[in-house]
């Protein structure tokens, strides 16, 4: 159930911001809007930095169809297109740090 799973999550979020730990946020977050809800919640002394797993569409579609056959799980084709189209690229005024990784590397754009 995906509102109990987000309601764990925030309350999580929160519980360690009290604590003033170190968090990491492991969540697809596609929109600004979305990333907001929890980077807002953060002091600022906190570091804000996303990770961008890069990846080819050729190559999300391999990964698709192995965890397929896998897993038997496959995702939709038109969910991957949809995801696409929502897309917004984290920015510079959201984070501290923007990191992108492409094959297990990280790469420099900026």
Not at 1 to 18: F, G, M
Not at 22 to 43: A, F, G, I
Not at 61 to 76: C, H
Request: charged share 35%; net charge positive; aromatic share 12%.
């Amino acid at each position: 159930d995906a509102s109990k799973v987000n309601a764990e999550l925030k309350k999580r979020w929160e519980s360690h911001l009290q604590k003033r730990e170190d968090v990491v946020l492991d969540m697809t977050n596609l929109v600004k809007s979305h990333r907001n809800e929890y980077l807002q919640r953060l002091p600022t002394t906190y570091k804000r930095k996303a990770i961008i797993f890069l990846c080819g569409w050729k190559e999300l579609m391999k990964r698709n169809e192995y965890r397929s056959k896998t897993e038997g799980k496959r995702i939709p084709d038109h969910v991957y297109y949809d995801m696409a189209a929502k897309f917004t690229m984290p920015s510079f005024v959201e984070f501290d740090e923007i990191e992108f990784r492409l094959d297990g590397k990280t790469i420099q754009i900026f």
